[in-house]
């Protein structure tokens, strides 16, 4: 008859919110990246745009009124998204 052995392991509940505390951080950093791969293909496109139409300055215009319209949606999330008290939780 073969012998079975089962360990069970509890951790403290201080374990469990450390690793949920490192998923959110983790899922942050994942967000971050995706948002700094688009806004790298974003300045990317726009400057093309303006290679594009460099010789055409009401396109040129309007495309200047898209990216400083782009600019401040993106300073404005970017406002509402930054902790205003970047003091690290306590664990």
Request: charged fraction near 25%.
């Amino acid at each position: 008859m073969p012998l079975h052995i089962h360990v069970h392991h509890h951790y403290p509940p201080e374990f469990t919110k450390m690793s949920e505390q490192l998923d959110a951080i983790e899922a942050k950093v994942g967000e971050l990246t995706t948002v700094a791969e688009g806004t790298a293909l974003l300045l990317d496109e726009v400057a093309q745009l303006v290679r594009d139409n460099i010789n055409d300055p009401a396109r040129l215009e309007e495309i200047l009124a898209d990216l400083e319209a782009n600019r401040a949606n993106l300073a404005a999330a970017t406002e509402r998204n930054t902790d205003v008290d970047p003091t690290p939780p306590t664990p």
